[in-house]
């Protein structure tokens, strides 16, 4: 298998600390995006062998740093997802809807080989809440950006 560039958002929760140990022991060049590098990056740096982890801090609305992010990457994976909103910046909407979507805009202007996007297992069924309404707005936001001619 030819070595990847994958970029992971999301990186030190649970889902994404398996998956970076996953993708460098494979052989992949794995770049981790954080909001907070001294917080982060020690759980991070734990996760992989030396050269195959990168770990970038970045605004995730920073629209500049990710263009230059993805324009450097074969695979994005979002797995950024928030359980209950903290202050105005970090909504559901923001979270689940809107930055999905940048990512997926971006990705797709990029033509990336691959962009995954974990949303939340049968979403599509419950809409009765404001985390639900944001995850699904978010899937589906991702579907049509990669449905569009």
């Given at each position: 298998m030819?070595q990847?560039?994958?970029?992971?958002?999301?990186?030190?929760g649970?889902?994404?600390?398996?998956l970076?140990?996953?993708?460098?022991?494979?052989?992949?060049?794995?770049?981790?995006?954080?909001?907070?590098?001294?917080?982060?990056?020690?759980?991070?740096?734990?996760?992989?062998?030396?050269?195959y982890?990168?770990?970038?801090?970045?605004?995730?609305?920073?629209?500049?740093?990710?263009?230059?992010?993805?324009?450097?990457?074969?695979?994005?994976?979002n797995?950024?997802?928030?359980?209950?909103?903290?202050?105005?910046a970090?909504?559901?909407?923001?979270?689940?809807?809107?930055?999905?979507?940048?990512?997926?805009?971006?990705?797709?202007?990029?033509?990336?080989?691959?962009?995954?996007?974990l949303?939340?297992?049968?979403?599509?069924?419950?809409?009765?809440?404001?985390?639900a309404k944001?995850?699904?707005?978010g899937?589906?936001?991702?579907?049509?950006?990669?449905?569009?001619?």
């Amino acid at each position: 298998m030819k070595q990847k560039k994958i970029l992971v958002f999301g990186a030190s929760g649970q889902i994404g600390r398996h998956l970076i140990r996953k993708l460098t022991k494979n052989n992949h060049i794995v770049t981790a995006v954080t909001r907070n590098l001294h917080q982060k990056a020690y759980i991070l740096k734990t996760q992989a062998n030396a050269g195959y982890l990168n770990i970038e801090e970045a605004n995730i609305f920073d629209e500049k740093k990710l263009r230059d992010l993805i324009s450097k990457t074969d695979i994005c994976i979002n797995l950024i997802g928030i359980l209950y909103e903290k202050n105005k910046a970090n909504t559901f909407k923001n979270i689940h809807s809107i930055f999905p979507s940048l990512l997926a805009k971006l990705s797709k202007e990029n033509s990336i080989e691959q962009f995954i996007h974990l949303s939340a297992l049968g979403i599509n069924e419950t809409i009765d809440s404001e985390y639900a309404k944001s995850k699904l707005e978010g899937e589906l936001n991702v579907q049509k950006t990669f449905s569009k001619a």
